[in-house]
């Protein structure tokens, strides 16, 4: 028996409550679920030591689709991009890219296209330029000439709208600038021909940490990266309500390892479901239980 026992809000039942709602986004809904997923995970379990932190998680991604994840803290979140991600596999269950199942970690089983993985700090490397860090997935993984890979590092850049900085050193950025170079570093593949205009980012709470109208910046650059590519994906996992508002199309709420409803950011605040309820009301009495 999991622990969510709430009731999901799925399409058809969102289509007969809410048809307005319904009427605005079932043309992009229909458009990118007649496609195959790009990412599926089905039944994925994860423990760390006697600790279960995923309990049976299915999750399809579709091209083009924003995806917030929210829930409580140590509730799985990160757990869940590091899947996707490659970076660990699950104990059970299954995870699909692009109609192939991954049985073995990135370092082994390359993904089929680009999933970059974007940290809460822009960790970028202080001894190499920004072009240089920009660029480095280009310089480790493929043959393309410095010439190409130039290009490509001016083309990210240009699209995190900081032109003409690739020769600056990491110390002589702002913060905010920082974070921009790191989001040029996460979609320069994502340029690349090959990889077909398919591409998933993985958001780890991209505004925590900073004031709102630096989160709004931020949140805004996260959606115009998507629209310059419209089918490629994202996935944000955070905690400020507002991005989760401005960014997502499609909310998850974890709880325990388990999905306790999804729906349209819209849904959120028509939703009966009692997990929703409590977490968006930062009430302590519910079902959602955490250490105080
Ligand atoms: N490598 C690891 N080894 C042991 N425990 C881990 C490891 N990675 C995660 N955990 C534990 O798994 C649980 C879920 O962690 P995770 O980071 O996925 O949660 P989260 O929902 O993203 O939390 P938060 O919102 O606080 O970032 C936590 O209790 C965490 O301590």
Redesign the pocket.
């Known amino acids: 028996m999991g622990w969510c026992t709430g009731e999901s809000a799925r399409w058809p039942r969102i289509a007969a409550t809410f048809p307005k709602i319904w009427a605005i986004f079932a043309p992009t809904l229909m458009s990118s679920r007649d496609a195959e997923p790009l990412v599926e995970l089905r039944n994925v379990r994860?423990a760390?030591?006697k600790?279960m932190?995923?309990d049976g998680v299915d999750l399809s991604i579709y091209p083009g689709e924003a995806i917030g994840?929210l829930?409580?803290?140590?509730?799985?979140?990160?757990?869940?991009?590091?899947i996707i991600s490659g970076l660990?596999l699950p104990d059970s269950g299954e995870v699909w890219v692009a109609g192939q199942q991954r049985t073995a970690p990135i370092t082994e089983q390359p993904n089929p296209f680009p999933i970059n993985l974007v940290f809460q700090q822009a960790a970028l490397f202080d001894s190499l330029t920004v072009g240089e860090n920009v660029g480095f997935y280009l310089y480790q993984h493929t043959r393309l000439s410095p010439a190409e890979i130039e290009h490509y590092v001016a083309c990210s850049l240009d699209s995190v709208g900081l032109p003409n900085i690739a020769h600056l050193m990491p110390s002589e950025l702002s913060g905010g600038m920082r974070k921009r170079v790191s989001f040029a570093r996460a979609i320069i593949s994502t340029l690349l021909e090959e990889s077909g205009g398919r591409s998933l980012i993985l958001y780890?709470?991209p505004t925590a940490g900073l004031d709102p109208i630096a989160s709004t910046v931020v949140e805004d650059l996260m959606r115009s990266l998507k629209q310059q590519q419209p089918q490629a994906s994202y996935v944000v996992?955070t905690?400020q309500e507002s991005t989760t508002r401005r960014t997502a199309d499609r909310l998850i709420l974890?709880y325990r390892?388990q999905v306790c409803w999804q729906g349209t950011a819209a849904a959120l605040d028509e939703t009966d479901n009692i997990y929703v309820r409590q977490f968006l009301s930062g009430r302590i009495d519910g079902p959602i239980q955490v250490a105080t």
């Open positions: 994860k760390f030591g600790q932190v995923l994840i829930g409580p803290s140590g509730t799985g979140k990160s757990t869940i991009l590091r660990i780890d709470e996992v905690h974890l390892g």
